[in-house]
């Protein structure tokens, strides 16, 4: 996968941004920042609620070229950042709240690796760092 694939046009974004599900109806995701993987490959685009706080959930979306293969979790996550690409693997970090400290301090962190295969899906390296047993919370 050395030749880098054209990427999403504004409106395939906005129609997958369009096709998430809202937390609440009043909440709309929008686009907040995108990039791509070292080799061009694999497209994110962080989508937020431009409503919302730190800890609000947002969503990460993956694409290949013009081709929205879904987000990188399955719900959305709060406090998601993209860290890095090597080749087409894009690594992203996530925190989480740990015991009752403040929002805006998450002590809780750890990333995944996300990689576009070579069958055009996007398989996560390594296992979610978050546990399991504390849900997300709007």
Not at 92 to 102: A, H, L, N, Q, S
Not at 116 to 121: A, F, N, Q, V, Y
């Amino acid at each position: 996968m050395s030749t880098p694939s054209e990427p999403p046009t504004p409106a395939d974004v906005q129609a997958a941004i369009d096709g998430l599900p809202r937390l609440r109806d009043d909440l709309a995701w929008s686009q907040y920042a995108e990039g791509a993987s070292e080799a061009g490959n694999l497209v994110w685009v962080h989508a937020i609620i431009a409503e919302g706080s730190a800890s609000t959930p947002e969503h990460l979306l993956l694409f290949k070229g013009r081709t929205y293969l879904g987000t990188a979790t399955q719900e959305p996550r709060p406090y998601t950042r993209v860290l890095g690409t090597e080749g087409d693997t894009i690594t992203v970090e996530y925190c989480w709240i740990v015991g009752d400290e403040p929002s805006a301090a998450p002590a809780g962190v750890g990333t995944v690796r996300y990689q576009l295969t070579d069958e055009g899906t996007v398989t996560a390296l390594d296992k979610a760092p978050w546990p399991t047993t504390a849900p997300v919370s709007y």
